[in-house]
């Protein structure tokens, strides 16, 4: 069966109590009509009145959910704050670190170049030849028990 519609050739056959259409273009929907036969369903009363109860909000509701929307970005803030400060001290801290590593190369540095000047010989011979210094003889050397302290305490002379 074929027909003629709108300028282009369209085959209708029955399929099972439907119709099928072979055609090389969509056909136009017919918008109204479909809404028409589109079959209104009943709401139940319970669900007509939980959707009305939806759509309408009190003063209540909507003061309660400004208060929970103030409450919330309070705490926001304050996370975001507290946030900001660890990353601050972080950041002192890994600078404090840095300054500390430099300092302490800086010193070691120091200490080996003060090491390296010292000549134990030139000390000797002016604490000898200067100062008058000489090495302690048997008998001028006097050993103190140290009675569990970490340094004697010195209570009178000590004997010559």
Do not use: C, W
């Not at 090495?135 to 028990?145: D, P, T, V, W």
Request: hydrophobic letters at 40%.
């Amino acid at each position: 069966m074929a027909t003629r519609s709108q300028g282009r050739q369209v085959q209708t056959r029955r399929v099972s109590n439907a119709y099928y259409i072979d055609g090389t273009a969509a056909r136009q929907l017919d918008v109204r009509r479909a809404i028409e036969e589109e079959p209104r369903r009943q709401l139940s009363h319970g669900t007509r009145k939980n959707r009305e109860r939806a759509h309408h909000m009190n003063f209540g509701y909507v003061l309660f959910l400004a208060l929970a929307m103030l409450v919330a970005g309070y705490v926001l803030i304050g996370y975001i704050q507290v946030q900001a400060d660890l990353t601050a001290q972080l950041e002192q801290i890994a600078s404090l670190e840095s300054e500390l590593n430099y300092l302490r190369l800086y010193n070691e540095d120091e200490l080996a170049r003060i090491n390296s000047n010292i000549n134990l010989e030139e000390i000797k011979q002016v604490a000898i030849g200067e100062l008058g210094m000489v090495y302690a003889e048997e008998g001028q050397i006097l050993f103190y028990e140290n009675e569990g302290s970490d340094y004697v305490r010195q209570i009178a002379d000590i004997p010559k």
